[in-house]
């Protein structure tokens, strides 16, 4: 190339793609886990683990376990007053459990001094959890861990800690801060005020329970509001599907979206054992016009496999699972009706026995004209959703759900992917070419699927006039029709006589 000749490169693509991320938000009633925080449970395992057994006494817990066979769920469980966690205390030579419990394990105060350390439960509960604690020297133990289960131990975890900072032959910090932080099963608590020196005669391998632990009373209305107060930290736990498993929290949920979380959707059930036209009241007593959430209802009686018995469940995790299905179409399709591609509405995380009413079409009609979701137990395709409308209460394109779950993916993804790069940056004829182009990227698969009849973008000095120069804004405008869903449909059946002929109708 010549020294006279010059090739100047300016980049306008930008490529961007729509990015869906199905993460669940839940508040659930369970034997034992925390209530300090909220866990990311990603399997049913992972429910299992951390919550206990789903059964006819923790029913959420079943609404846990079908969300999470789908997707990722940040988990927080709910307890009553006088909840207490169980524990093991250490001292020089003995170890024993905290019979008493341990209200606060953040604020304990040590009674008795010649104890240096507790090794308690991460959450209130009544545990079957043991340990045995041996001296390695100086101020170091190993610590085994072991859940019973009949008349069986099995060993969970060994931990090698330190109550100073110190590390093993490997490199590998021994302090207790370091090796109990953030545990799955153990909460530490140190007592900076112990006599307790020398722990050479600790070398039992004896197995202690972590005892006097209780999830106190039954959770009230306000301790369940309290927990769902988690999900206002947005950066923190980021939830797209909230999930009220078990009704009358979806005032919190709504406050919760519009105020912290506004790109998440969230998913309601009116309690049980309630006619057709108590549904309805229910719904007008929410007082609610949105369509950030949507109200479901019908609970179901189902096989409890876990226990060999039965439950009744409400189904909100299963329609949650039915919303995080829809990830490869950009949350655009409606979760109800029958399944096409594994998209749609028939729920089949449990084996259904009954459900609470059999609608009639004249029920169903009235629970659709009041913004209700009704579960069905159809003869031929089992339980399914049969709505899908939001509590919206004016007709429009976000009072069905599919096209609102759209229209916020679309609205996060231009924010955070092209209009935070926009930022501090100059508002010329390069940037805003390169934000249509980003843009026209971005929503082309999602037209390519026909979920978008329509689109256009403007980007130009049309929209970034001398105004909003002098206002220094940058200003994306996106003009989209959605491809409407089918509420209603038709069969035109046409009879004829012998003497008429099918043409001349298919004519007219």
Known sequence: MSYRVNVIERDFSGFALPLVSEVGGMVIVSPK?????????QSEKDVITH????SASYPALFEAVAFCREAACYIV??????????????????????????????????????????????????????????SKGGKKFRATLYELN??????????????????????????????????????????????ASDYTSLSGTAKYKLEGGSRGDTPASS?????????????KYPVNIFMDVFGNYAEDLNTLIQTYQPYAQGIS????NKTVAQMVSYRNELALDTDDVCLYANWTK??????????????????????ARMADVYDGLSPAGINENNHGGQLSDWKPVEVELDF?????????????????????????IYGDKTLQRSLSDTSFVGTRRLYKLIQKNIIRQILRRQEFKNNDAYHRYKAKAMAEDMLSPIVALQLLREVAVVCDETNNDNIALEQRKFILSIYVKVTPNSQFVILNFTRLSQTQTIAEFLTQ
């Open 33 to 41: 886990g925390r209530v300090d925080k909220p866990i990311l449970c």
């Open 51 to 54: 919550f206990g057994t789903p």
């Open 77 to 134: 469980s709910s307890v009553g007053e006088n909840a207490l966690y169980g524990g093991v205390a250490i001292s020089e030579n003995t170890l024993s459990g905290v019979a008493e419990g341990i209200a606060n394990p953040d604020n304990y105060t040590f009674a008795d001094n010649s104890y240096s350390h507790i090794l308690c439960t991460t959450g209130p509960c009544d545990s079957n959890l043991y340990v045995s604690v041996v």
């Open 150 to 195: 009949g008349t069986i131990y099995s060993e969970l975890r060994t931990y090698d800690y330190s109550l100073i900072r110190e590390k093993d032959n490997f490199g590998t910090s021994l302090y207790y801060g370091d090796v109990f932080n953030e545990d799955t099963y153990i909460k530490f608590i140190y007592n900076p005020n112990t006599e």
């Open 223 to 235: 301790d369940i509001s309290e927990s769902w107060k988690f999900f206002q930290s947005a950066n």
């Open 269 to 272: 059930v009116i309690p049980k």
């Open 302 to 323: 189902i096989v409890d496999p876990y226990n060999n018995s039965f439950a009744w469940i409400s189904n909100v995790g299963s329609v949650g699972r039915a919303y």
């Open 360 to 384: 009639s079409d004249y029920d169903l009609q009235t629970l659709d004209e009041a913004q209700i979701n009704p579960v069905i137990l159809d003869e031929i395709y089992g339980l399914m």
